[in-house]
Every structure is written in C-alpha cells, then in structure tokens.
C-alpha cells in the first residue's frame, strides 16, 4: 500500500477512535483556535507538587531563554511588568497600571507595584527595573532584542517610576513586557552572577529558585518575600523532565507526578475517561513550522551567506516540498484532530488575520511536475532536525512519506532539544521541525521569526518587503493598518516559504483530580500560584 494511501486511511480512522472515548461527563475535548480553562475550587495550605515537562528548559535567564518550557518555570519564579489574564486582557504585574504614552508614542512611563521584594530580599524599584530592561536590550547574545528593538533609553524618573524612549512608536511594547522581556532580576543577583544568572536566578515571584538538576528535575520553593504570598499554596513545586509522552501519562496515572505538561493528544482520550484524572485545555496561540535554512551559515545575528542545499537554492524545490504535504491529514494522524491545520502564524481568532487567507492544497501531480523542471537530481536529499521525542519524530515520519512520493528524501535526524535549538541558532541544519508557543501581538510571532536579524530567524529568511510591512505595523495602533501590512508580510514569506506553517497547536494539561486552583490561559503556560491540593 502506498504512503499516502495509508496516511489517507488513518486520517479516516482518527475521528471514530476520538468518537469512542469521552470524558467525564461523556464531554471529547474537541480542537479550538483559542481556550483557558480555570479551576477555582478551594484548596488547602501545604505539599508538593510535581509536574512533568516535555523537555528540559535552557538556561533559566530571562535575557538569554529560547524555550517554551523556560516560560512555564518562569511562570512560577520570575514576574513580568504585565501579564495576560483568562480573557487574553493585558493586566499589570509588576507594574501599578497600564502604560501612559506620550503624544507623539515615543515616550512611555510605567509606574510599579510598591512593597514588593525580590525573593533575595532587595526591594524593586526603577533602577532595578531600567538594569533588567538595559540587559535586555544590549546583552551579547540576547535573545530579547528584537523583542524591544524600539527602545532607545530607560529612565528612572522617580523610585517607583520608569519611562522608556523608542525611536518610533512601537504598539505591541505592552505585550513584549508581558513576556521574558518584561522579566525583572534582582539588580544583587545580575552583579554576582554575571552570565551565569540562569545557574542562580533570582526575580520577583510566589516561588523562588533551589536547585536545578540538568536533564532530570527543577526545584522551586514558596517564597516568603512574595509580595502576594498569601494566596500561595504549595510549599514546593518539582518540575521534573520526562520527554516521552507515553511515561509522563503512565506516571500521571501511577500518581507519581500530579500535572503532566503537554500531554499527547493520543492520550487525552483514556485520560479524559480516567476519574481520578482531569484533562484542562489551552493554548491555540502557538504553532508549528517546517523552518528550511536559506542563508544562515554562522549565525542567526550574523550576515546571510549562501547554503548550498537543493530547498535553500531552489524556491520551486520548496513549493513542491509544500505541495506535498497534506495539513489536514497530518493533524488527524499525528494528532487526532484536535489541532488547527493553517499556513500562517496568527491564529484564526486574531483580529489581525486576514480573513481571505487560502492555504495550498497538497498536489502531488505539481510537486513532481516541479521537482522533475528543477534539474536537481531525484530523490532531493533534505535533513531535518525533530526534537527527540515520540510525538515529533512520529510527526518527522509523515512528513517523510508524504515528501517521499514527490521525489524527497526526508532523513529525519531526533536531536535534543535544547541541542537542536542551538544547532538551528548556528546555522548547522538543512531543516527543522520547531514551533513557536505564540503571543498574543502578532509582532511576537512574525517579528524575530522572519524579519532579517531575528533572533529566532533561523533560516536566515531576509527580505526587505517584509521587513518593511512588519516596521510600519508595529508603529501604527490601528488594527486595520496594521492587519493590511501583516497581511503584506505574511504572503511574501509564503511565496518565499523558508518558513512552511503547519498547524496552530492546542495544549492538553492532564492533572490528578486532587490538584485545583490552576490557571491554564490560550498562552498554553500553566500558572500555579493559587494553585494545590483540594481541600
């Protein structure tokens, strides 16, 4: 039986398996663009909680993180100036309010929560907030750069006041202060540490940093300078590293973990039907993409170069390349249909999404037809990096037998991580299957990803269209502007296709029925500061 037959045939199959298995209350966790989910029951003060992450994070320094599991630790140790809420509402953290912007939007002054205390003790206050904000934005090897690439100056106006200058009005800046690049250090903990922050990190949060065990475990413990601490539950939260979807839901059942990360869609179905289990799902912000290396050869903040593989010197190879695949039957195979097949990276419920949008169907008949006008030798030689787990290389297979009929020869290469990251970082790749946890400003999901110099640009994607329509719409708050130039950038980067789009991922968090008071928002980040044990 061909490939593609049997992709067809289990694509089918998928749908009835799902039909078969519900939840309690006979409720199947169905696919949304976008989800929260909160559990308010009351809980108890005291215990451990130990939750299964998918992979191990980088370094835990707010300047320098790259993945998405980072996030979720920081979640519970290091507060931005704002956060999100369950409505995807931008709400102050460390900041006392919203931002005031200046008339001509090149000014912005932040007022800050008062009474508040780094977990070593240190008060913050705007000295300590410009310090974290300057390491942000000139640190060699930052990767929040381009995340406050408009900010020219950070002020201290008064102790409880910062005002930051851009060099042009910049809207999604709130945003980016939502995330990493809003995160606050302990100006005591940057002195001594120095580059080694991630090793000993210590911010403003409801827990605070113990030990780190690479590959196995993080450990942080209730804060008792939190200024919130009240509303804190646990006393301890191990984050423990278990890669292979299979074991984190074996050991969820088990008990040995209480919330297991990310859980595979494959295994919400029995999860969901277990009642000592629950299932909450999120995310839809974030999504996944075949990344093809056109002119990264040292480095993703260096000068494009010339890559000498067939998909990087051939945009007609990599329309096949695309032609081949086939969205929908990727997401029911792989991932049971709970996904969101798409070909850009704003999600559907975003108000900055064009809503013409046609993604290309697969047609293998025009992929060989374009692989056989290329001149390149069949079969096309391409190397693609998965994260070594289950659920990726299962992902790195389909794609590698649908490609195959097209006249590709997928080698799929597991690699760590972390490692994997690095490697695309440095330019050593042909391809890469990596995915970006979305933000809620499209300007966090297009702008380090394929503007020239990104910091997460790994393919070296340079084009002066896009770079242009991405510039003018950061600096305009009108969403109908800014709609028509992402819209401008994002079809340009899919005639290029250095970055093919797959699907919009929604998150699956599987916890013991025991646990409540968890926040889990469209961001896919779960928040445990109220949460712990039911009482």
């Given at each position: 039986?061909?490939?593609?037959?049997?992709?067809?045939?289990?694509?089918?199959?998928?749908?009835?398996?799902?039909?078969?298995?519900?939840?309690?209350?006979?409720?199947?966790?169905?696919?949304?663009?976008?989800?929260?989910?909160?559990?308010?029951?009351?809980?108890?003060?005291?215990?451990?909680?130990?939750?299964?992450?998918?992979?191990?994070?980088?370094?835990?320094?707010?300047?320098?993180?790259?993945?998405?599991?980072?996030?979720?630790?920081?979640?519970?140790?290091?507060?931005?100036?704002?956060?999100?809420?369950?409505?995807?509402?931008?709400?102050?953290?460390?900041?006392?309010?919203?931002?005031?912007?200046?008339?001509?939007?090149?000014?912005?002054?932040?007022?800050?929560?008062?009474?508040?205390?780094?977990?070593?003790?240190?008060?913050?206050?705007?000295?300590?907030?410009?310090?974290?904000?300057?390491?942000?934005?000139?640190?060699?090897?930052?990767?929040?750069?381009?995340?406050?690439?408009?900010?020219?100056?950070?002020?201290?106006?008064?102790?409880?006041?910062?005002?930051?200058?851009?060099?042009?009005?910049?809207?999604?800046?709130?945003?980016?202060?939502?995330?990493?690049?809003?995160?606050?250090?302990?100006?005591?903990?940057?002195?001594?540490?120095?580059?080694?922050?991630?090793?000993?990190?210590?911010?403003?949060?409801?827990?605070?940093?113990?030990?780190?065990?690479?590959?196995?475990?993080?450990?942080?413990?209730?804060?008792?300078?939190?200024?919130?601490?009240?509303?804190?539950?646990?006393?301890?939260?191990i984050y423990r590293i278990i890669t292979d979807p299979n074991v984190r839901?074996?050991?969820?059942?088990?008990?040995?973990?209480?919330?297991?990360?990310?859980?595979?869609?494959?295994?919400?179905?029995?999860?969901?039907?277990?009642?000592?289990?629950?299932?909450?799902?999120?995310?839809?912000?974030?999504?996944?993409?075949?990344?093809?290396?056109?002119?990264?050869?040292?480095?993703?903040?260096?000068?494009?170069?010339?890559?000498?593989?067939?998909?990087?010197?051939?945009?007609?190879?990599?329309?096949?390349?695309?032609?081949?695949?086939?969205?929908?039957?990727?997401?029911?195979?792989?991932?049971?249909?709970?996904?969101?097949?798409?070909?850009?990276?704003?999600?559907?419920?975003?108000?900055?999404?064009?809503?013409?949008?046609?993604?290309?169907?697969?047609?293998?008949?025009?992929?060989?037809?374009?692989?056989?006008?290329?001149?390149?030798?069949?079969?096309?030689?391409?190397?693609?990096?998965?994260?070594?787990?289950?659920?990726s290389q299962r992902l790195g297979e389909v794609i590698q037998g649908m490609?195959?009929?097209?006249?590709?020869?997928?080698?799929?290469?597991?690699?760590?991580?972390?490692?994997?990251?690095?490697?695309?970082?440095?330019?050593?790749?042909?391809?890469?299957?990596?995915?970006?946890?979305?933000?809620?400003?499209?300007?966090?999901?297009?702008?380090?990803?394929?503007?020239?110099?990104?910091?997460?640009?790994?393919?070296?994607?340079?084009?002066?269209?896009?770079?242009?329509?991405?510039?003018?719409?950061?600096?305009?708050?009108?969403?109908?502007?800014?709609?028509?130039?992402?819209?401008?950038?994002?079809?340009?980067?899919?005639?290029?296709?250095?970055?093919?789009?797959?699907?919009?991922?929604?998150?699956?968090?599987?916890?013991?029925?025991?646990?409540?008071?968890?926040?889990?928002?469209?961001?896919?980040?779960?928040?445990?500061?109220?949460?712990?044990?039911?009482?």
């Open positions: 039986m061909r490939v593609r037959q049997a992709i067809v045939m289990l694509a089918a199959m998928a749908p009835l398996v799902l039909a078969g298995c519900s939840g309690s209350g006979g409720n199947a966790v169905t696919a949304a663009p976008t989800g929260a989910a909160v559990d308010n029951r009351p809980v108890k003060a005291g215990g451990t909680l130990v939750v299964a992450l998918s992979e191990d994070a980088d370094a835990l320094d707010p300047t320098t993180a790259n993945t998405f599991v980072g996030r979720e630790v920081f979640a519970s140790m290091c507060q931005k100036l704002y956060d999100i809420d369950a409505d995807l509402k931008l709400v102050p953290q460390l900041a006392a309010g919203q931002p005031e912007v200046g008339a001509d939007g090149k000014t912005v002054t932040i007022k800050l929560r008062s009474g508040v205390l780094f977990n070593d003790g240190a008060p913050l206050d705007a000295a300590s907030v410009k310090k974290s904000l300057d390491r942000h934005r000139t640190k060699p090897g930052s990767a929040r750069k381009s995340d406050l690439s408009a900010v020219t100056d950070v002020a201290v106006v008064d102790p409880g006041t910062v005002r930051l200058t851009l060099s042009r009005p910049f809207a999604p800046l709130t945003a980016q202060l939502a995330d990493r690049a809003g995160m606050i250090m302990s100006p005591a903990a940057l002195d001594s540490e120095g580059d080694n922050f991630g090793a000993h990190p210590v911010c403003v949060g409801p827990f605070s940093f113990v030990s780190r065990t690479s590959g196995s475990e993080i450990v942080v413990q209730k804060s008792d300078k939190y200024y919130d601490r009240d509303k804190v539950k646990l006393d301890k939260i839901a074996a050991n969820l059942r088990s008990g040995d973990i209480q919330v297991a990360e990310r859980v595979a869609t494959s295994d919400v179905p029995s999860l969901q039907s277990d009642p000592k289990l629950k299932v909450l799902a999120g995310g839809g912000l974030g999504f996944q993409t075949i990344t093809i290396n056109l002119s990264n050869v040292t480095g993703v903040d260096k000068a494009p170069g010339t890559v000498g593989t067939p998909l990087a010197q051939s945009p007609q190879l990599r329309e096949a390349f695309e032609l081949s695949l086939d969205r929908d039957a990727i997401n029911k195979v792989v991932f049971n249909g709970l996904y969101k097949p798409d070909c850009s990276p704003l999600p559907a419920s975003s108000q900055f999404r064009q809503t013409d949008l046609s993604c290309p169907k697969p047609d293998l008949a025009k992929a060989k037809q374009l692989v056989a006008g290329s001149g390149v030798k069949t079969p096309v030689p391409v190397t693609m990096l998965v994260t070594a787990n289950a659920t490609a195959k009929e097209a006249g590709f020869d997928v080698k799929v290469q597991p690699t760590e991580f972390v490692t994997s990251l690095n490697q695309a970082r440095d330019g050593k790749f042909d391809a890469i299957l990596v995915g970006w946890s979305g933000r809620i400003d499209p300007d966090g999901n297009i702008n380090g990803q394929i503007t020239t110099g990104g910091s997460n640009n790994y393919g070296g994607l340079h084009d002066p269209v896009i770079d242009d329509a991405v510039k003018q719409a950061a600096s305009t708050t009108d969403v109908a502007k800014r709609r028509d130039l992402y819209t401008a950038a994002i079809n340009q980067e899919l005639q290029q296709r250095g970055v093919i789009y797959l699907y919009h991922e929604r998150y699956f968090l599987g916890t013991a029925g025991t646990i409540a008071g968890i926040r889990y928002y469209a961001d896919g980040i779960p928040r445990f500061t109220t949460a712990g044990y039911a009482a």
